[in-house]
């Protein structure tokens, strides 16, 4: 079964507008890990977050970590059509073992 | 990031038959894993393809409808077989480097069972 929740399901903003994605997950994690999937294609990896820490940016991106609350949350600033996509959520757990468990996923539609 | 490239990228399958996957990376990797994508879910994990030693498989997934080989370093196939209009899904693999790396993922291979 699927490890991570993501909310909302499905997101739909005005181009410029800023999305936010969230995530929560259930165990203990060593890093978490936020993709972006256009149109059924491959998985586009986006930022990793080690469990220690707390914030991370990129360009547009900044994701948080909340371990305590076991959460995770994505912001894209100053949407544009081409973020339109779907973002997952994936987190590697602490018990030695490399594999990577998926959330649900968000869908996000930037209108132009 | 390493270069993987995943063939086919679709293909349509007649129900019983069976479909390898490739997956080529452009650089030695430690682990390398299948996915699996059903239509509108998000990505289930398959196995983990072992270099020289036979695949970990998850829960739920068996080495005789998903063989898995992984003869070296760079190259891993898998195997759908006996396939039925449930297998319609994106398989997709992945890389590690090693350590506290991302996974890399291919393109993926649509497959349609009619």
């Known amino acids: 079964s699927q490890q991570g929740e993501e909310d909302p399901q499905a997101l739909s903003i005005q181009e410029g507008e800023n999305a936010t994605m969230n995530c929560s997950y259930k165990?203990?994690?060593?890093?978490l890990q936020w993709y972006r999937q256009n149109s059924g294609r491959g998985l586009v990896h986006l930022i990793l977050?080690?469990?220690?820490?707390r914030e991370k940016h990129s360009g547009r991106l900044r994701v948080t970590l909340d371990t305590s609350k076991k959460s995770s949350s994505l912001l894209i600033t100053a949407s544009r059509a081409a973020d339109t996509a779907s973002y997952f959520c994936?987190?590697?757990?602490?018990?030695?073992?490399?594999?990577?468990?998926f959330g649900t996923g968000t869908r996000l539609t930037i209108i132009p | 990031s390493a270069v993987i490239s995943q063939k086919p990228s679709r293909d349509i399958c007649q129900r019983g038959t069976s479909l390898t996957i490739q997956c080529q990376v452009d650089?030695?990797?430690?682990?390398m894993f299948w996915y699996r994508q059903q239509p509108g879910q998000s990505l289930t994990l398959i196995a983990t393809?072992?270099?020289?030693?036979?695949?970990?498989?998850e829960s739920g997934f068996v080495i005789d409808k998903f063989p898995i080989s992984r003869p070296n370093l760079t190259f891993s196939t898998l195997t759908v077989s006996n396939m039925s209009p449930e297998d319609s899904s994106i398989y997709l693999c992945?890389?590690?480097?090693?350590?506290?790396?991302?996974?890399?993922f291919g393109d993926g291979t649509r497959l349609s069972i009619l």
């Open positions: 992945s890389v590690q480097t090693g350590g506290d790396q991302p996974q890399h």
């Open positions: 165990t203990s994690i060593n890093n």
């Open positions: 994936a987190t590697r757990s602490n018990f030695g073992n490399e594999k990577l468990t």
């Open positions: 393809a072992n270099q020289g030693s036979e695949a970990t498989y």
């Open positions: 650089s030695q990797v430690t682990m």
């Open positions: 977050i080690r469990s220690n820490e």
